[in-house]
C-alpha cells in the first residue's frame, strides 16, 4: 500500500456490521499491521432484523455484543458506540458534535466511513453518517470555535488528513486483503443476528465478490475505496 497506509484510523459505521462487510479485509490487515484503529458505531441497530419474537431493546444489547466479539478478533484499539437510533439517524448538531469528539479525542490520519452519496438504492443511514463523518473533519472538528467546550475538557482541534469511503460507486483505491480473508469472515460472522450461522457457502459467496474486485487491480482478493486527500 506504499504511502497510503495509516498509523491511525477512526472507522465512523453507520451499524453495528457496516464495518465488517463494507471494509472488514482493510480492518484486518490495518489491526494486523499494528495501525490503531478505533470503531465508533452511529446506531443502535435495534430494527436490524426479520425475528418479530426479539424485542428492539434486547436487539440493540445482543449487537453490541456481536461488536464487541469482532472487535477482539481484528483487535481493535477501542469500540464507541453513539446508540443513535436506527433508520432515524440525523444530521444534527448533537450528531454531528459526537463524531466531532470522538475525531479530536483519537485523532486518526484516516477516517472510514460509508460513500453518501451512492445512486439508487441505499439505507437513509449510510446517506446521513457518511455525510456527517465528512462534515466533521472539514471544516467542524479542524476549527477551534467549533463546538469550543471541547477545549475546556482538553480535546484540541485536529485535521484528518484523508477519509477513505467504503462501498464508494467510484472506488479509486484498493487494499490486497488475500491473507486476511479468515479473519474477516471470523469477524463478519460474530455478528450473527445479522448473516446466520459461518457454512461453506458463505465463505464463498465472500471469496468470489473479493475476487472479482481483486481481478480488477491484478491480486487475489481486494477491497475498493473512495480516497479523499484533505489535509497534508
Known amino acids: 500500500m506504499g504511502e497510503n497506509e495509516p498509523d491511525s484510523i477512526l472507522v465512523v459505521t453507520p451499524h453495528p456490521d457496516d464495518s465488517e462487510s463494507g471494509a472488514g479485509g482493510t480492518i ?3 489491526c494486523a499491521e499494528g495501525k490503531k ?3 465508533v458505531v452511529c446506531t443502535n441497530g435495534d430494527k436490524g432484523t426479520s425475528d418479530r419474537s426479539i ?11 456481536e461488536t464487541l466479539n469482532a472487535g477482539k478478533v481484528y483487535g481493535l484499539a477501542e469500540v464507541v458506540f453513539l446508540r443513535q437510533p436506527d433508520q432515524a439517524l440525523e444530521d444534527s448538531e448533537d450528531f454531528r458534535e459526537q463524531i466531532v469528539r470522538q475525531i479530536r479525542t483519537h485523532r486518526p490520519r484516516i477516517l ?3 460513500e453518501p452519496e451512492r445512486r439508487y438504492l441505499r439505507h437513509r ?15 467542524y472538528a479542524r ?4 463546538y469550543p467546550e471541547h477545549l475546556e475538557e482538553g480535546l484540541e482541534p485536529h485535521r484528518v488528513e484523508e477519509v477513505w469511503l467504503f462501498r464508494a460507486d467510484e472506488p479509486d483505491t484498493y487494499v490486497d486483503v488475500t ?6 469472515q471470523n469477524a463478519l460472522h460474530c455478528h450473527l443476528s445479522q448473516v446466520g450461522p459461518r457454512s461453506k457457502e458463505s465463505d464463498e459467496r465472500s471469496r468470489a465478490r473479493l475476487a472479482e474486485i481483486g481481478e480488477k487491480y491484478g491480486v487475489p482478493l481486494a477491497e475498493q475505496f473512495k480516497r479523499i486527500k484533505v489535509f497534508r
Open 28 to 30: 484486518a490487515r490495518w
Open 37 to 39: 484503529v478505533v470503531l
Open 55 to 65: 424485542k428492539p431493546e434486547d436487539l440493540a444489547k445482543t449487537r453490541e455484543i
Open 112 to 114: 472510514l466511513t460509508a
Open 125 to 139: 443511514d449510510h446517506a446521513v453518517a457518511g455525510r456527517v463523518a465528512l462534515d466533521a473533519v472539514f471544516p
Open 143 to 146: 476549527d477551534h470555535l467549533s
Open 179 to 184: 491473507d486476511y480473508f479468515e479473519t474477516r
